[in-house]
């Protein structure tokens, strides 16, 4: 007897693959219904490791799903190959970021290779190649042109031990940086950004239409980075200055609670007012201004933190009352968003209060909210320390007295506009995306600066602008872009008088790259555009995109921006770049996250030798609902190659011939086949993936049954249950179920093959027993479908012999029919 030898399987089967090109998408004339399944590409930080063996797992099952289903399906993979990894691990070993990226996409493919994901190999790309950020920088020049690219001094987040600045996206909630882990600090810098909250509205509201195709938890981390506040903008009156300072607020409504205003220390605004006051004053702000350099945007919003500020000596009018409320600087007031001021209302801002509190500032309660104190104490918040933030009547507010906050809100507004003293506004928690990066391996920005100061766009007929070698450069993060020691490559005359100038010597971040990499798979090779239109409209936006859960935010935003900035361009039809979402878990050990430092790595290269290629990929199919954690010490590899052998030896067993008539065969089994056929597609649709895995394992168990009992390996159903089961196995164990088709007697490839359409006269569950009665009698008793009607069961039992018999001469009188289960005929004579 033959044995399961999976190695044998992998050798035997990769070469004819290659030579077949089943998943191919390059003919133009292809009829079949186009879908795009993609999974996110990886960065090459060494070997496949255990998460990528999950991801292109479960992003082939939807991969070769929709082969099965007559698609015809754009499913490419290529490498995410620029970044910091590459160039710490260069500056570490002294060895070249290009020549270590390349030699891991070189191991990655082979083992991705041998994974035999059904990808388009054809398709390829990496975004380190020139040939593909030549196009990152015609997309920066696109948005430039739009006025979507623009540089500016302001604060950043700076990562002090990777020497760069980061994207407000890629700094941690507890203020470290995402890569290093350094406590990321404030830093004053020119640096170029993407205009992305030009898009904030659109961003927000398109998420509407995702509701049901990506996972709500993503959708809810997006709404609230973009965090949009409803609100408006109040301008109030400052002694001894002629512009008036306008502040965000959302709560209107409390105008006559201000009782003091803060600035953020390191706005502009605050130095404009501390200016002419007293040296003290000066002195002391300057002293506190310091001290908050040192602290992130994340500490500085953190309610548990103690209140400081300095009091300017400055006061503005409340233009509501004339009310003179003194100024403050405080850091939980934050210089980039709203106008970097707040009109401070201790009495229904928990902040506003402690601050307060601290500096012993008036408190004066504007809402009167029902007190819910069990006991009846006192719910002030002077006492109690707890600002009202609740609902409640309006009080102590000349007009608004009386209205509920939300008559309060609408009519507050309604005053401050007929004043010229305000607007209704909206604020964003976004903030534009800074690209640029103080670090080597990245794309140039194609931008040249003159002597002068002025800015000169690349023309795009001389780009790529190429990445200098970096033999020769000091790689070494300092704060400034290693490019800029490259003298040959950062001088060049000014384009437009010949003078004396420099290129730009940041690169992008790499989160631009792949902002847009899902339309460059259609047309990997053309040097002439980014991508084409056209082969866009037939193939875009992807259908199902698959991967983690880590990417809920940067990049999906990102790519979400780019797709609409490119649609307004007219470059584009749509506006969201992803039609479905699939987040896979992560793949665990022992209830732990993989890492180094721990020590508890399960590594790809020996799973898969171990095992197999099948049994893993199995494995990760059968482990659990794929948005879960899979715990590698909870599943069993083992089991699904023993599965697997079994399902082999099903199919080594038949005898009978293709193309045999499978009716005479064994119903039980024939109606367990088409069950499957019938529910799996409904279920692989829904991500049930496990469930269709323990359906096949049901599916096999049962053929073995008919194959061991009389009817044995030539009962034709037992050949239709094999077949079968090797159209399943292409989903998850592509190699065997190759092998299983070619045993019973086809041609590859089984993933070319269309799925079944299941017999629905054998969809029915198993017969019942009917009882035919004649006189109140038994006389037989019918196996029938639980479907019958009264008509189909009548005629069945008056065909029965027995029945015939004991009505003998006898005249119907009455026949009553209760299908399936009775007959009752009732005779005379
Ligand atoms: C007065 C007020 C009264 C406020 C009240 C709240 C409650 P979101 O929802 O996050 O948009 N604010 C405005 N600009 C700020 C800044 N630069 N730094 C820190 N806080 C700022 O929050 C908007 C509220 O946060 C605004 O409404 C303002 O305080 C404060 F009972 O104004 B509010």
């Known amino acids: 007897e033959e044995v399961y030898d999976f190695s044998a399987l992998q050798k035997k089967w990769l070469p004819i693959w290659d030579e077949l090109q089943p998943f191919s998408t390059s003919n133009p004339d292809d009829e079949r219904p186009r879908k795009y399944v993609l999974d996110m590409f990886p960065y090459p930080s060494g070997d496949l490791h255990m998460g990528h063996a999950e991801v292109y797992a479960l992003g082939d099952v939807v991969a070769r799903y929709w082969r099965q289903q007559g698609f015809n399906v754009m499913h490419p993979i290529g490498w995410d190959s620029f970044g910091l990894p590459a160039e710490n691990a260069a500056i570490k070993r002294g060895i070249d970021p290009r020549g270590w990226t390349y030699d891991n996409i070189a191991q990655q493919k082979k083992s991705m290779r041998l994974y035999a994901a059904s990808f388009d190999w054809e398709r390829e790309i990496h975004t380190s190649d020139p040939e593909y950020y030549k196009w990152n920088q015609w997309l920066f020049l696109e948005l430039y042109k739009a006025g979507l690219a623009y540089r500016k001094e302001s604060w950043v987040n700076w990562d002090p031990v990777d020497q760069t600045v980061l994207a407000n996206e890629q700094v941690l909630a507890d203020g470290t940086s995402e890569r290093s882990g350094a406590v990321v600090v404030k830093k004053r810098l020119t640096q170029w950004y993407f205009k992305i909250t030009d898009y904030a509205d659109r961003l927000l509201d398109d998420l509407d239409q995702l509701e049901g195709h990506w996972p709500s938890k993503v959708l809810q981390m997006q709404r609230n980075w973009i965090g949009r506040s409803i609100g408006a903008d109040v301008e109030f009156e400052i002694e001894g200055r002629d512009e008036r300072i306008p502040v965000f607020t959302t709560r209107p409504d409390t105008l006559w609670g201000a009782t003091f205003m803060v600035v953020a220390p390191d706005a502009a605004l605050a130095s404009e007012l501390v200016e002419g006051t007293s040296p003290e004053v000066q002195q002391r702000f300057a002293d506190y201004l310091t001290e908050v350099g040192h602290s992130s945007e994340i500490e500085r919003q953190a309610t548990d933190r103690p209140k400081t500020g300095v009091f300017l000596e400055r006061y503005a009018v409340n233009p509501v009352n004339g009310e003179r409320l003194p100024i403050w600087a405080a850091d939980y007031v934050l210089a980039d968003y709203g106008h970097g001021a707040v009109m401070a209302v201790p009495a229904h801002d928990q902040r506003d209060l402690d601050f307060a509190r601290t500096f012993d500032l008036p408190v004066r309660v504007v809402l009167d909210v029902p007190n819910t104190n069990e006991d009846g104490a006192s719910n002030d918040p002077s006492e109690t320390g707890v600002a009202l933030s609740g609902d409640g009547t309006l009080i102590n507010s000349g007009p608004l007295d009386g209205l509920r906050k939300a008559e309060a809100v609408p009519r507050a507004i309604e005053i401050l506009e007929a004043e010229g003293r305000g607007r209704a506004t909206k604020n964003y928690r976004l903030r534009d995306w800074l690209i640029s990066r103080q670090r080597y391996w990245g794309t140039p920005i194609p931008i040249i600066h003159g002597e002068d100061g002025t800015e000169h766009p690349v023309p795009v007929e001389q780009l790529p602008v190429l990445l200098p070698d970096a033999a020769g450069l000091d790689l070494k993060p300092k704060g400034t872009s290693p490019l800029g020691g490259a003298a040959d490559w950062v001088n060049v005359p000014n384009p437009v008088d010949g003078t004396p100038a420099k290129r730009d010597a940041d690169t992008m971040d790499t989160f631009v790259d792949s902002s847009w990499y899902f339309l460059r798979f259609l047309n990997p090779n053309d040097d002439t555009k980014a991508f084409d239109p056209e082969e866009a409209q037939k193939w875009a936006p992807v259908d199902q995109y698959v991967g983690g859960v880590e990417h809920a935010i940067l990049h999906l935003l990102y790519a979400r921006f780019i797709t609409k900035v490119l649609h307004d361009l007219g470059y584009l039809s749509f506006t969201e770049p992803f039609k479905a979402l699939l987040n896979q878990g992560m793949v665990i050990l022992d209830g732990a996250k993989m890492s180094k430092s721990k020590g508890n790595i399960v590594f790809f290269t020996e799973e898969v030798d171990k095992h197999g290629v099948d049994a893993v990929r199995l494995t990760m199919a059968f482990a659990g609902p794929p948005e879960d954690d899979i715990d590698w010490a909870e599943v069993s590899p083992v089991g699904s190659a023993k599965f697997l052998a079994r399902a082999w030896r099903v199919a080594n067993d038949v005898t009978s011939e293709p193309g045999v008539d499978p009716a005479t065969g064994d119903p039980a089994l024939r109606r367990v086949t ?156």
């Open 674 to 829: 088409h069950r499957f056929l019938a529910d799996a597609p409904g279920l692989t649709e829904a991500f049930k993936f496990n469930v269709v895995v323990a359906r096949l394992m049901e599916l096999v168990n049962a053929t073995r049954k008919t194959i061991d009992s009389g009817a044995g390996a030539g009962d034709p159903a037992v050949r239709e249950a094999a077949e079968t089961t090797a159209l399943a196995l292409n989903l998850f164990a592509p190699y065997l179920a190759e092998e299983m088709w070619e045993k019973l007697g086809f041609e590859p490839s089984v993933a070319l093959v269309q799925w079944r359409k299941a017999d629905e006269s054998l969809l029915v569950a198993e017969s019942v027993t009917a009882i035919v009665q004649v006189n109140g009698k038994v006389r037989d008793r019918l196996e029938v479908s639980p479907q019958i009607t009264d008509a189909e069961l009548e005629a069945l039992a008056m065909a029965s012999e027995a029945v015939q018999k004991a009505i003998g001469g006898g005249e119907i009188v009455k026949v009553i029919v209760r299908a399936p289960k009775l007959v009752n005929i009732a005779i005379r004579g």
